[in-house]
Structures are given as C-alpha cells and as structure tokens.
T-cell receptor, first 111, second 113 residues
Framework: AQSVTQLGSHVSVSEGALVLLRCNYS??????LFWYVQYPNQGLQLLLK??????LVKGINGFEAEFKKSETSFHLTKPSAHMSDAAEYFC?????????FGKGTRLSVIA | NAGVTQTPKFQVLKTGQSMTLQCAQD?????MYWYRQDPGMGLRLIYY???????DKGEVPNGYNVSRLNKREFSLRLESAAPSQTSVYFC????????????FGPGTRLLVL
C-alpha cells in the first residue's frame, strides 16, 4: 500500500521568501512521486515528477523537489515566493497503481 | 487538443435524484480515473479504468457506478444522490501507470440538497 503525508495544511510566506512544502511518503515498491498545483476553481496541473532518473527534480515556475530515500521525503521548494504562487499543492505517489494523493497544503503569499 | 473535458461544470440535485457525470479525453490514454475532492481530504479515488473494458473500485466507491464507454469516455453515475456526495468531482487520464503524467479535467461541482 502507498500513502502520502503532507505536513501543514496551510503555509504562509512573505513575497520573496523561501517556500518549503513538506511531503513524506510510504511505499512498498520503488515510488514515483509527483507534485501538482491547483489554482482556485481549476483542475490540477503537474508541477514536477520524480521518476528515478535524478534525485533533484526541477519543475515549472521555479519549483524544485529533492527525493530523499533515507528520509522517505519529497519536499517542494522555491527560493523566492511570488504572489502568483498562492494555490493549493498536492503531493502524490504511484507505483504501477493509481496516484494516491496527500491532503494538500494551501500556500498563502503575503505582500 | 482539449485534453480532459467534463460535463456539466455545475449541478444541483435533490436527495434521491440520479445523474451521470461525463468525461472524455482526446490524448489516446489507456487509463482513466474519477476522484472527489472535499475540504481537508485531498483527492480520493472513486473508480478507475486501467484500460478499455476494465473498471475497478478505488478508495470511496459506495454510491457510485462507472462505465468505460470506449477508450475516450468514462462516465460516473450517482443512482440516488445523497447530501454526503456534495463535492467537486475530477476526471483524469494517463497513458499508463508508473511515471506517466496524469492529466485532470476542470471538475464538476455537485451540490445535493
């Protein structure tokens, strides 16, 4: 069975500050890991994904995530937050099964 | 390409009424999924179809049925709607499992009174 835990249902950062959204996973098989973003009243779109090719993954809009097997983590970071980053972020895990999502973290960016 | 499309965008039902949510994808994907999204619960899988001709239950299948009409279309039916089914429903598709990106539709907001 696979599962994802996102620490913090709501994170607030100041514009220009570091963004850090935490994700820990549990998987009995080598995991594939994803981060999705959801803007208000929209569907989900892919930010980035880990497919075992490289542990540091770069995505769209300046986001990146690092896969750490020893910590079973896949935290999402961005060096400098922008107002347009305000959204809900979901971490997800998959083996050869449907994606299993975390409960999401809402990111607020304060001017 | 339209990607994943869903109809309707918004629906209000009375308890006990039935309805079908429609989903179609134009990416020639093998797998299709239905999720529901509720505040604080993330996305929970209702049903999925790994390939044309197959369907399987997800985490929260009770009260729902699905039909994989063809490779493009995957519908979700509520036979007798209940207030607990008030939610936002998302359809998604991807080529295969594993590393493949899953693409989402814009969602259907359902209110059951």
């Amino acid at each position: 069975a696979q599962s994802v835990t996102q620490l913090g249902s709501h994170v607030s950062v100041s514009e220009g500050a570091l963004v850090l959204l935490r994700c820990n996973y549990s998987s009995s098989v080598p995991p594939y890991l994803f981060w999705y973003v959801q803007y208000p009243n929209q569907g989900l779109q892919l930010l980035l994904k880990y497919t075992s090719a490289a542990t540091l993954v770069k995505g769209i809009n300046g986001f990146e995530a690092e896969f750490k097997k020893s910590e079973t983590s896949f935290h999402l970071t961005k060096p400098s937050a922008h107002m347009s980053d305000a959204a809900e972020y979901f971490c997800a895990v998959s083996g050869n099964t449907p994606l299993v999502f975390g409960k999401g973290t809402r990111l607020s960016v304060i001017a | 390409n339209a990607g994943v499309t869903q109809t309707p965008k918004f629906q209000v039902l009375k308890t006990g009424q039935s309805m079908t949510l429609q989903c179609a994808q134009d990416m020639n994907h093998n797998s299709m999924y239905w999720y529901r999204q509720d505040p604080g619960m993330g996305l929970r899988l209702i049903y999925y179809s790994a390939s044309e001709g197959t369907t399987d239950k997800g985490e929260v299948p009770n009260g729902y049925n699905v039909s994989r009409l063809n490779k493009r279309e995957f519908s979700l039916r509520l036979e007798s709607a209940a207030p607990s089914q008030t939610s936002v429903y998302f359809c998604a598709s991807r080529q295969l499992a594993g590393t493949e990106t899953q693409y989402f539709g814009p969602g259907t907001r359902l209110l059951v009174l």
